[in-house]
């Protein structure tokens, strides 16, 4: 397969005129994924869908194996081709692994379940989980790691269950706290069963791990985290992974609260900062470059830029974001629905393009207006 991955076409402007389709096919450079890229449009611009059609073709041209936290189950069908697919792509397509970890049962059965094993998470995370600090709550802090020694010789039992009649007092201490924290009801926990870490040392070309249908954001988070620990520990084996985080500020906000929220954040900046070296790239989708940390932003080497109307988020886009032409920055508030652009190391030079069509079905949708 060629570096070059189409996306659409070119489109070519004047100061003064409309956006015009010239026909001419857009494409970017697949090795350089191997930068981070930030990924941008407001609410309508079509940034899901145009991402879709990225991922379409990295699974098309590379090896490169693809992460995707899917916080509104938006690529959940990132294996099942449209109709009108081409048979060559429509059978490329089909000899791809794809994985699908659902966050509530998936509604045409096709997908596994995404599991979390409590035990296998890094301490500071299983700290944070349990709404503890491990210097300032450090009794029984202590105790859960006292605790998990027996615990991991019954994995297959619900764990509140097990501390319980376990008869040690530090462990009912902690049935306790998991119970008023509502963590004991999460249905997150693998319990003996196999977890997402399992799902994506299998090395699939793609995993989706969809975070859309947790009945808490905490659950969100956690299975988030747990993935994101993970790969980093891992990091060593230099594997080469994309990492996509759609709706990013969900899970990197400059605003983060709980200690689950801020050792989520401090992770994805880590890896921002030093991932690059290990073969862990970013790729950060948002609607808003203010919603999400800008220690990430600013990390990032490639640009994709959708509508964007918010003068104030342009004026950062420009200041963070160099090597776009301010002339095309201006450009984004009368882009149209599908027209983006790009531009850094991914992009021969900086490109406006109407963005191609899918090849696989997209999982989410706007909600119908029925008309009588």
Request: contains cysteine; glycine residues 6%.
């Amino acid at each position: 397969m060629p570096a070059q991955m189409p996306i659409g076409t070119r489109l070519a402007s004047a100061d003064a005129e409309p956006l015009v389709d010239t026909g001419e096919p857009a494409a970017l450079h697949a090795p350089r994924l191997n930068r981070h890229t930030f990924w941008c449009g407001q609410s309508g611009s079509g940034k899901t869908y145009a991402l879709g059609v990225l991922l379409e073709q990295v699974l098309l041209h590379t090896r490169l194996p693809i992460v995707v936290l899917d916080p509104n189950s938006d690529f959940v069908h990132l294996g099942s081709v449209h109709e009108g697919t081409s048979e060559e792509a429509a059978a490329e397509l089909a000899q791809r692994d794809i994985r699908v970890l659902h966050s509530a049962p998936p509604r045409d059965g096709d997908g596994d379940r995404l599991r979390v094993r409590f035990v296998d998470m890094d301490v500071r995370s299983r700290a944070a989980v349990l709404q503890m600090d491990p210097v300032r709550d450090a009794d029984d802090f202590n105790a859960v790691l006292r605790v998990e020694a027996d615990l991991l010789n019954h994995l297959d039992r619900p764990l509140v269950e097990w501390l319980r009649e376990s008869g040690d007092p530090s462990a009912d201490r902690i049935a306790t706290l998991l119970e008023n924290l509502g963590i004991s009801d999460w249905d997150l926990w693998a319990y003996g069963e196999r977890d997402v870490t399992d799902v994506i040392n299998d090395r699939a070309d793609a995993t989706v791990v969809d975070l859309g249908r947790f009945s808490s954001a905490e659950q969100m988070r956690t299975a988030a985290l747990a993935v994101l620990d993970r790969l980093w520990a891992q990091r060593e084996e230099r594997v080469g992974r994309l990492i996509v985080i759609d709706e990013a500020h969900n899970l990197c906000s400059p605003d983060a609260a709980t200690p689950l929220e801020r050792l989520l954040a401090e992770r994805i900046i880590q890896i921002a900062a030093e991932g690059r070296k290990y073969g862990i790239w970013l790729l950060l989708s948002t609607q808003r470059p203010s919603k999400l940390h800008p220690n990430v932003i600013s990390q990032c080497d490639n640009l994709a830029l959708m509508k964007m109307s918010s003068a104030r988020d342009l004026a950062e886009l420009a200041q963070i974001f160099g090597f776009a032409p301010q002339d095309l920055l201006e450009r984004a508030p009368s882009f149209a629905q599908g027209q983006a652009l790009f531009a850094g190391g991914f992009s021969p030079e900086p490109q406006l393009v109407q963005m191609g069509a899918r090849l696989t079905r997209e999982g989410g949708s706007d909600v119908p207006i029925e008309l009588r």
